[in-house]
């Protein structure tokens, strides 16, 4: 009878002092190496599988009317394609093209504007509204970069007749004269 209760007290002992998760880890010590192996190879099939997916090209597109077309694999032809669907002229293109410039300058004027002004902000305020400040000035630097970038990629796509994805548009040679001019 003795041993069912000096069980119950080691047990009640055992669990105030041993925290729960350190037994669940002591029984898991071995197996750890097993664990994370296997949870790398779930990653690297997870990771190939979005790759293989993302590599996977729009193919049809379902305008308003409920007509189904085939896009053409060369990015001018799709550039054309889009042309024709929305009805554009010469003259409505050269708008859309000089209205994508003006957006981008005007991204790129307000990023510097707003920098600067949180950047004065800083040394007239308190210090501990400065410390928020230094944080918001970098994410409206970050922000207007990539706006910047964005309007720069559609006025190159524009300009070229060409519907490319960023990456190749990175690559480009005169790539900062996209960017700034």
Avoid at 107 to 134: H, K, Q
Wanted: hydrophobic share 45%; proline share 5%.
């Amino acid at each position: 009878m003795a041993d069912p209760k000096l069980r119950r007290v080691a047990k009640v002992a055992n669990s105030a002092l041993v925290p729960k998760g350190v037994g669940l880890a002591v029984g898991q010590f071995g197996r750890s190496k097993q664990n994370l192996s296997e949870a790398w190879q779930a990653a690297r099939e997870t990771r190939q599988r979005l790759l293989n997916e993302s590599k996977l090209p729009v193919k049809t597109v379902i305008l308003k009317d409920g007509t189904e077309h085939y896009l053409p694999a060369d990015p001018s032809e799709r550039f054309e394609f889009l042309y024709r669907v929305m009805d554009w002229s010469p003259a409505h293109h050269g708008s859309q093209i000089r209205a994508a410039r003006r957006a981008k300058h005007g991204s790129i004027m307000m990023t510097i504007l707003s920098f600067a002004l949180v950047c004065f902000m800083i040394f007239n305020v308190p210090m501990w509204i400065a410390f928020l400040l230094i944080p918001t000035s970098l994410t409206v630097l970050a922000v207007g970069a990539a706006t910047t970038f964005r309007w720069a990629l559609i006025e190159y796509q524009y300009t070229r007749r060409s519907l490319i994805n960023f990456k190749t548009f990175i690559v480009q040679p005169k790539f900062f004269r996209w960017i700034f001019c």
